[in-house]
Structure formats: C-alpha cells, structure tokens
Nanobody, 126 residues
Framework: QVQLVESGGGLVQAGGSLRLSCAAS????????LGWFRQAPGKEREFVAA???????????LYADSVKGRFTISRDNTKNTIYLQMNSLKPEDTAVYFC????????????????WGQGTQVTVSS
C-alpha cells in the first residue's frame, strides 16, 4: 500500500508560481512511477506530469503538452516526496491537482494508477 498526501495548493494571480508537494509513505517507490493529474469542474481528470526512477533507468520525466516548459516535476528520495513546480500559471490551470502512484513505468492514463491522494486546489485568477 502507498499513502499519498498533497499540499501546496492555493490562490495565485496569472503569471505567478506555486509548488505542490506529494509525500508518499508505505512501500518502497523504487521502480514505481508517480504522477500529477488535475481535474477542473465539469471536466475529466487529465494528465499533467509524471516521474519514474530506478537504478537501471535513472530518472525519467513526462509532461503534458499544455504544461511543458512551465511545470517541472522532481523528487526528493530522502523525503519520499515529489514536487510540481508550476510557473507562468494561467487561469486554465485552475483545477484540483492529484498525486498518483503506480508500479512500473509512467503512463498518461489516470485509471492505470493504483494509488491516489486527496487532491489540492489550485486557483489562478486573471
């Protein structure tokens, strides 16, 4: 089992920045993938970014086109935590952001992830 707890959401003006954190506990995350998804009101949950790492492949990251160049996903193994640094935020980034984990490599599809956090609200005002 993996438990995920997100934090760092809030209200920010367009063009501003936020950093989300996802603290993981439970089983070892080596060989697993962690991702960020978001869901706006009335919309489906969508992929934002993912990260995976292992001794043989190293660290690999994946981003949705809509956030590439603005968001950065990273990890701190000492804290068992991943981060999502969000810069140049736009009103359309407003959503509840979820952290998710799965065994194996990363995927863009939400229902392939086994573990989910409770979500953190990000609101970007224009």
């Amino acid at each position: 089992q993996v438990q995920l707890v997100e934090s760092g959401g809030g209200l920010v003006q367009a063009g501003g920045s936020l950093r989300l954190s996802c603290a993981a506990s439970g089983r070892s995350l080596s060989g697993s993938a962690l991702g960020w998804f978001r869901q706006a009101p009335g919309k489906e949950r969508e992929f934002v970014a993912a990260i995976t790492w292992s001794s043989w492949s190293g660290v690999r990251t994946l981003y949705a086109d809509s956030v590439k160049g603005r968001f950065t996903i990273s990890r701190d193994n000492t804290k068992n935590t991943i981060y999502l640094q969000m810069n140049s935020l736009k009103p359309e980034d407003t959503a509840v952001y979820f952290c998710a984990a799965k065994l194996g490599t990363y995927e863009r599809t939400a229902n392939l992830y086994n573990y989910w956090g409770q979500g953190t609200q990000v609101t970007v005002s224009s």
